[in-house]
């Protein structure tokens, strides 16, 4: 079990399973997002504020691995991990266990960088601190 | 430039934004599952029709790089190939470029197998007929 | 104040919104099923196994007055009141309120009925007991 | 048949559709507004240049009847009429139809205004004159 730095729970809705009765591969990317967006308020930064502040922070890469199909109703928990890539971009180690059994549902790694309202790479100091404290 | 199998046109709808002003990630991923599904119906392959057969297509590994962003009103085209991974998995290589110009929005690599009702893995033989035709 | 026969809190996910920086008034609807599928839940009622039992619950008129704009990370709570409308039409009466200050957000009055596999009107017993417990 | 200002062609696709196979009620309001956007776009309106202009077009009443469920790869149409409610108020009746029979799907009425940067009713000149020629 690897050493999370966030963990958020979750219920799957009704209206995010498709015509299989399943979670739909999109949506366990809402679910991250979601999960990441929580995580970086611990960090003091809000995703919402840094968009009226001109700053974007984008996701150049995503890579998805899906073990097991989230029904109706399951509960499960998203773990995230920080961790620095190169001076302007981070990475998010991500995966998604079904509760109470701790199932591995989804492996995910997502890599995001910071964009200025030119257009611009950067990356909020906020980030950079978080990521200097991971050195 | 790729020889695709299948390209299908498309348009930024308004609500696939979010609040930066440009396709949400996870949105991109619905556009390249509406055009694996159009594309399997050239082979012969519903999708829906499959769901009621019992058997289910399932993604189980995505990975997406992430190189411009789209915006409200947008033209953009996704191109699709499939290729063989092993007797029981397939892989579609998909881009999406913006229009006119054609500029490269995303690449992206999506793994699937089939799954019967009883749960084994199982190919439909549309798709292994369509991957022996690759060889 | 209205008394709910049941209430479900939540938070606006950054996902939800729109380029205008609030929640996308679809996503509204989402919060409203979510709300009544929980709710069922409490009257012995799984959307998800009447539809493997082949009853669809659907909605056949939806009345939304839209208040007030959620936005970003706002927590709020869903109250519902199931009343009776005909023998096989039923209708949940839903607000949205704003927390801590309970702001309403919206108003709502959702209509439904259900079919059988076969088409036809049906409710399922569980629902036409608790109606008939409102008597 | 009505006469519609405007039409628009869609196509349903498969992770529109929830558990039950059919096109989720929510999704239906995705339609509805991009057809509207579309629409005003003819009008010399553009949703999202609005919004950088600090104009919002908001959703303030949505009432919709749900008279036939759409289901994968189902093709169909959605009219859009512009009425006048109220010098800040205005109307979009719309219907949807699925082709090629023009079975009615669903109807709808949808009430909006428009709010300025500081939150002030404010209805863009466009949107008034269109208003205006319809007396």
Redesign the interface.
């Known amino acids: 079990m690897k050493q999370y730095q966030f963990t958020l729970g979750f219920q799957v809705?009704?209206?995010e399973?498709?015509?299989?009765?399943?979670v739909?591969?999109?949506?366990y990317?809402?679910y991250l997002?979601?999960c990441r967006?929580e995580f970086i308020k611990t960090l003091g930064l809000?995703?919402?504020e840094l968009?009226q502040r001109g700053i974007?922070l984008?996701?150049?890469?995503?890579?998805?691995?899906?073990k097991y199909?989230l029904?109706?109703?399951d509960k499960f928990e998203v773990g995230v991990i920080l961790e620095r890539v190169s001076p302007l971009r981070y990475r998010f180690v991500q995966d998604i266990y079904l509760l109470p059994e701790r199932t591995l549902v989804l492996k995910a790694r997502v890599v995001g960088t910071g964009v200025s309202a030119t257009g611009r790479p950067q990356l909020p100091k906020e980030i950079t601190v978080a990521l200097g404290q991971l050195d």
């Open positions: 809705r009704d209206y399973c498709d015509m299989q009765g399943h739909n591969n999109s949506v990317l809402n997002e979601h967006h809000d995703f919402s968009v974007s984008v996701v150049i890469r995503s890579e998805v691995d899906y199909s029904q109706s109703g």
